[in-house]
């Protein structure tokens, strides 16, 4: 009977509020009526059209706002909602059919002779809406067929059939289902179910209890399993409460004052341990059984248990993710507070982590401690690390996307490398989960760009960053404490330290005895194992303290990563810079390199390379394919020679502000000696004929980025063997280029400001002097000299105004005399502008090239522009109008007397001389600094007039002093003024006449 009615109640417990309120209803209508009438009802015979208007709209949003709720957001409804409406509905239902016996109407909403409608039964309409839309989504719900989803990642779900048991845990588990059916006890028994974390106590949990949901005592009600969970609870406090709570509502089908006893039990448990209340505790009124003391409601309760006849089975796990005490409060749970009669705790821990955790803070002294608490303990072994590479492969090769095509090979090969740190890392299922989720995680980000790296390599990296994220964000941030990089090769390597000869000795001693690299003993040569396993830096290992063995463990990771016991075997090594960044940053970024787009060069078009290499350069990936290509090495000749074009047009499109890339050169001389490397003997006439058609002779490039690579050749020739060409042929093909390269220019000339022709001039005349230069000045002889007379002037930097004559037009004509002497006699040297160059040549020659002179050009556009532009690049653009200081030769045909008027000294300072002689004629250069130059050209005069004729006062009659202007000292020996840069705006007056 009383199975019966328990039920009868869990099945009606929806309709029972339901009847109440119909029964109350009924019961009172006569007042509700008369409560409807007097106070809702308005009166029938006055115009009620806003009544209407204000029904008709409450009805169209009402039907509105249900069917969005339940069409268009799928809206569950809650069961308050479900009784509400039902009621609404018989209500309303009620009034329609039964409203003839009412004092009050039913009021019309529409009314016509063919159709009317009540008020009330838009309010039907929209329940029995409201009632129809969710049994139809209750019928489609239950015809939609369940999709199969293939989950990316592995969840840590415990097992719970022998199917999924990979270790066999089918003796265990069977074992201790058979004590917890058979056994009968007076007091509770607890059976502690012990393993490290991982290690499959959950799921002989969940196999032992489904193992008991199917036996013949659970099927006769015999058994009650409890399955808690103490971690869900917020503080200790808590996990009384629930456990009790768990445990009442187990038991309320069957005795209900039982449920209530165990409720009151738990609160004064609480009261005791939260409140440190122990009034509740001790109190003993007879007239109420809820305020007996604990002792007695213990007692009670343990009464009730027997008659109840029933074995509870409490399993308890993950004791080792709670606090010290909250493991204390549950210990004392199972022993203490619930030691009830044939009352079983399955507890599942890492004992090690629950007795370390409790002895922190001097919870206990010893062991003994937690084994009080059990009367039996089953240890589950270690997993076999071969089961565990087994689940790990089948894991990894189960089907996700994007999965490499070539994932099996590459793993097989990665699991057999005794240097993979399998072993070390993975001790648990649980471990294989973590980082088979992590790998396959990572293996997305990297896409098609996974297959360029090692997986080895790979796989230990994803146990570095799990295990020692700490470490790894200073790896990342501080490079240089750990690792030194090897520029040459391109990679990075740990730091290793020098060692004396006792210590090498002892290391050769101890390899002989010690074949295998596991030894930490052999990784004390890094700089790592004294600062890390000695604490020299803890800040190192991030701010939280680790053990030991997780410091050997680190030691040993870094070193089989980036040490010596890492040798790379390809480009895909994570110790290549390349790879490392990519693994540090943990995801690709927008401008990445990805391996299609490199693997694309080797297929695409050679007319379209230079544009594929454009766009990758735009895109910003340029460094990531100069740095893979640092790393590749193929034998494959297609493949050699595709690179050796491609990186040309690179070489080329890095000639920036004039200048090569000489890394990039290596480059390319690195895979024409891999290519001829790949050749035999015979073969090397087709090596060279390649080279010739495809690199020196093609227009794949420009002349000029041929010439400066071949000149870079024949510049290192003594340790590249030319390229294993012949020098004859170097020689010819430089002056086929350059010729070829001037030609190109022919009365269309470069710009002002472009010196690269210079350059190629040096590059090709390092090969051939005399060739070049006799290219370059029958060049010349044909072309505008005005463009040549500009560049080969050079603007002195300190002033940004004085010129010189380039000491590269002495590299070309053999000496300044010679260019000046071209220029006179080229075909443009009448035009206005050639003959300021002459002229400024002139006076360079009067002061023999020793020093820059100022000039005034007026014709020359080309020259104005550079000497513009030249203050714009050195942010001097107001220098030539408030510091440019006048600069005069003059011409002193008395020797004796210049070199008198140079010899004092106060003239020397006072005028800022410079003294050089020509032709047998002296000039002087005075420099006007601080004075006007009206007063000091004026002293000048009088200084060497007196000096001349002994006399203060000479008789010279001048009214101002100009180019040209002549002081007649004898009748053979005069003073000229040869040249005033730059000319004064006004006259030069002379103040001494």
């Known amino acids: 009977m009383g199975r019966f009615l328990r039920l009868f109640f869990q099945k009606t417990s929806f309709f029972v509020p ?391 090979p590459r793993l097989k090969v990665a699991l057999s490398d005794p240097n993979l740190l399998f072993g070390d890392y993975v001790k648990n299922f649980r471990d294989v989960k973590r980082v088979v989720n992590q790998i396959k995680y990572d293996i997305s980000l990297f896409q098609e760009d996974f297959a360029y790296l090692n997986l080895k390599d790979f796989i230990n990296f994803t146990f570095f960053k799990l295990k020692f994220p700490q470490v790894l964000k200073q790896l990342n941030e501080n490079r240089g404490d750990f690792l030194t990089i090897d520029r040459t090769k391109g990679t990075y390597n740990l730091i290793q330290v020098q060692k004396d000869q006792k210590e090498l000795m002892l290391d050769v001693l101890h390899s002989v005895s010690n074949e295998s690299i596991n030894s930490i003993w052999d990784l004390d040569k890094y700089q790592a194992y004294n600062e890390i396993l000695n604490d020299k830096k803890e800040h190192k290992i991030g701010n939280e303290k680790i053990m030991r063995s997780d410091k050997v463990l680190l030691i040993k990771t870094l070193a089989y990563l980036f040490g010596d016991e890492n040798i790379p075997q390809g480009q895909d090594s994570i110790k290549f810079a390349n790879n490392f960044q990519m ?55 297609p493949k050699l020679k595709r690179i050796i074009e491609y990186v040309t047009i690179i070489y080329e499109m890095n000639a920036l502000k004039n200048q090569y890339d000489i890394d990039i050169y290596k480059l390319i001389e690195k895979f024409a000696a891999e290519l001829y490397d790949s050749l035999t003997t015979i073969g090397i006439a087709e090596y060279r004929k390649w080279l010739d058609e495809n690199l020196f002779s093609s227009d794949l490039v420009s002349e000029e980025t041929r010439i400066i690579l071949i000149s870079t050749i024949w510049q290192i020739k003594p340790v590249n063997e030319l390229w294993h060409l012949d020098e004859d042929y170097i020689i010819a093909k430089t002056a086929e280029l350059y010729d070829k390269y001037l030609v190109k220019y022919d009365r269309v000339l470069w710009e002002i400001d472009n010196f690269r022709s210079f350059n190629v001039y040096q590059g090709s005349k390092l090969i051939d002097n005399d060739k070049t230069n006799e290219l370059l000045i029958e060049f010349w002889s044909r072309n505008d000299i005005e463009l040549l007379c500009a560049q080969l002037t050079d603007i002195e930097s300190f ?35 050639v003959q300021e160059f002459i002229d400024l040549f002139q006076l360079l020659q009067l002061v023999t090239f020793k020093f820059a002179l100022e000039y005034d050009f007026v014709h020359s556009s080309l020259m104005k522009e550079r000497i513009k532009k030249s203050h714009i690049q050195y942010g001097t653009q107001n220098f030539i109008e408030r510091e440019r200081h006048e600069q005069v030769i003059i011409k002193i045909t008395d020797t004796t007397l210049g070199y008198q008027f140079t010899a004092i000294r106060n003239y020397k300072e006072k005028y800022f001389l410079n003294s050089t002689i020509f032709e047998n004629t002296f000039y002087l250069t005075i420099n006007v600094m601080h004075e006007k130059i009206d007063r000091l050209l004026s002293d000048f005069i009088v200084d060497i007039t007196t000096l001349h004729y002994g006399n203060p006062e000479p008789p010279v009659s001048l009214d101002v002093i100009a180019e040209g202007t002549r002081i007649q000292l004898t009748e053979t020996d005069y003073i000229e003024f040869i040249s005033i840069k730059p000319k004064p705006e006004g006259e030069i007056k002379y103040l001494n006449k």
């Open 18 to 408: 339901v009847a109440v309120l119909i029964f109350t209803f009924l019961y009172f209508e006569k007042y509700i009526s008369l409560f409807i009438e007097t106070f809702l009802m308005s009166n029938p015979t006055t115009n009620e059209w806003y009544l209407q208007l204000i029904i008709i709209i409450a009805f169209l949003w009402s039907t509105g706002f249900l069917s969005i709720k339940l069409i268009a957001d799928k809206y569950v409804p809650t069961a308050a909602e479900y009784i509400f409406f039902s009621l609404s509905f018989l209500l309303l239902l009620y009034y329609r059919f039964n409203g003839n016996g009412l004092n009050w109407n039913l009021h019309l909403a529409v009314a016509n002779s063919n159709f009317s409608v009540q008020y009330i039964e838009l309010a039907l309409a929209l329940v029995l809406f409201y009632f129809a839309f969710n049994a139809i989504g209750w019928y489609l719900k239950r015809r939609r067929k369940q999709t199969v989803v293939k989950n990316f990642l592995i969840g840590d779900d415990p097992i719970s059939t022998q199917g999924e048991d990979l270790v066999d845990f089918s003796p265990t588990v069977g074992k201790l289902t058979d004590i917890l059916l058979s056994d009968k006890h007076p007091k509770s028994i607890s059976i502690g179910l012990i393993g490290s974390w991982g290690n499959g106590k959950s799921s002989v949990i969940q196999m032992t209890k489904s193992a008991i949901e199917s036996s013949k005592q659970f099927q006769k009600n015999e058994i009650i399993p409890i399955h808690f969970l103490p971690y869900l609870n917020h503080n200790e406090n808590e996990i009384i409460n629930e456990f009790f709570t768990l445990l009442s509502n187990a038991l309320s089908p069957y005795n209900g004052r039982l449920s209530n006893q165990i409720v009151d039990y738990s609160q004064k448990l609480t009261d005791l341990y939260q409140n440190k209340s122990l009034s509740n505790f001790l109190e003993n009124h007879i007239t109420n059984f809820s305020q007996s003391s604990a002792c007695e409601l213990y007692e009670n309760i343990n009464k009730m248990l027997v008659e109840t006849h029933k074995k509870i089975i409490v399993f308890i796990d993950d004791l080792d993710r709670l606090n010290q005490k909250e493991i204390l409060q549950t210990l004392k749970l199972i022993r203490n507070t619930a030691n009830f009669t044939n009352t079983f705790f399955v507890l599942a821990m890492d004992k090690q982590y629950v007795i370390k955790r409790l002895a922190e803070k001097g919870n206990i002294l010893d062991t003994k401690f937690v084994d009080k608490f059990f009367q039996l303990e089953i240890y589950l072994p270690e997993i076999d690390n071969s089961v565990l590479k087994q689940y790990f492969t089948t894991e990894m090769l189960r089907e996700f996307s994007p999965r490499p095509l070539d994932l099996e």
């Open 583 to 637: 693994l540090m940053q943990q995801r690709i970024f927008a401008n990445f390199l990805k391996q299609s787009e490199f693997e694309l060069l080797f297929t695409t078009e050679r007319e379209t390379l230079k544009t594929e290499l454009l766009k990758i350069k735009q895109q910003g990936k340029e460094d990531q394919l100069i740095g893979r290509l640092g790393y590749f090495s193929t034998a494959d000749q």
């Open 799 to 833: 002033s940004n105004t004085s010129l010189k004559i380039s000491e590269t037009a002495v590299q070309i004509f053999g000496s300044k005399e010679k260019y000046i002497d071209f220029v006179k006699t080229h075909k443009d040297h009448s035009l206005p502008q």
